[in-house]
DNA sequence: CCAAAAGTGTTGACGCTACACCCATGG
DNA sequence: CCATGGGTGTAGCGTCAACACTTTTGG
């Protein structure tokens, strides 16, 4: 059994996409008191201590791969949050208390985001109970978890700007709708279809597939991949990219 | 006397101007025998352990706070390096002996980057040796320097794209052809002059001053200053900007 | 045949690139 | 008067935003 760090921590902030909401897992939070009554019920990110053999990184992955059980799920590290109070609100100390932890040791926590499908991902939370609940309408989380959600959120967005990873919210195929879909509520802006469409036309690591949706009560749409090979080939800078 | 935290270190990546090359400070570490020989010699970015009840926004200010003096120095920070083998080099360890420390004591550390005019700026080294070494040129630092090093210069690029940061390296005043040099050096690529400075005309918050360069062998450049209050008033989106 | 989403072109404004010469000053 | 950098305009091309109708399918 490897020994814990006791002041490190790494938070996940684990975006999901349900061709609907951008959401973000959160994993339920409840204090009982001795005689079993509920004292409190609220919400934190998914994170944990990482061991003293092991690297942040690693850490992060492990978290997401007990999670998930999938081994290379997109993960950036965004922020270092250190803040010397980040845990003195009494709701948080008392919870650290329960659960064995002495409030006063200080941790610092390396925020860390991974993005993936809620439809193609089945979650083994243990004896956690979780959930996605949209960004935009995610209460008070514990510690400081809103400020690590917000600026993983931020992050997020420069990222996805600057490059190809909005496809890991979406399954390999795809359709062109799906994926103006999928910007338009990350950014919170609409697009043009037409000029969405031109632009697409032009990024050739885009695929279409000799296959079509099926089972669609309506015109039925043409199915594309993301050529991350195609991508690597032909990209030219920092610049070329934005949807 | 605060306690450190041995844990948690800071370090501080810092770009310099000198109207020439990007340069990075480096402090010399020396190694000497019992005998007063010397062992080795070689450099280290500026850093240091942080204070148990510091931030570590707070712990790298006062870093840069005790060199130059300033309080309001740009400092972003952009990566944590916590790779359990970081410290492994065996002249990182005799060296970290050598000072009192215990080479294998875990220490993570959280990289910030500043920007300043090595012109504008007087060191306060103390008794530590620092010199200012071309980025492009530095060689074998110690510990894990390099990769922090890298790590800082691609966050710097990027956020130079994306803000009106790169003002931090020149004085208030300064000519086009100072800017557009700076662009140059930044991103190691040449503009157009006539192209970059009908970019800059765009750009508002770029004011000429009622002033000209003075003393040289040439005719005299119209000086500008970065405004944040117009750019704040104007700025649209982060695609808005870019040189 | 109806509902629902897929798919498609043109125009005007603006930013980008490429490119060469005269100007003002100090020495 | 010369060396040095400062300063300027145009043309062609590509990308951007704005905008409305027809097509294909399942029910």
Redesign the interface.
Known sequence: MPAI?P??SVDCVIFGYDFKDLNVLLVERTLLSEKGDLIFTDHTLLGNH?Y?????DEAAMRILKELTGFENIFLE?F??F???KRLENEKDRQWLRSIGFDPDN?V?T?GYYSLLNCKEVTLHAGNRRVCWVPVNIVGDLAFDHNLILAKAYEDLK?KV??GPIAYQFLPRKFTLSQLQKLYEVIFNIRFDKRNFRKKVARMKYLVPLNEKQKGVAHKPAQLYMFSREVFEMTKKG??EF?I
Do not use: K
């Open positions: 760090n002041n490190i990482i003293e053999e092991e690297d942040i590290q922020h270092t250190a803040h010397p200080r610092i390396v420069l700007m600057l920092v610049f934005t």
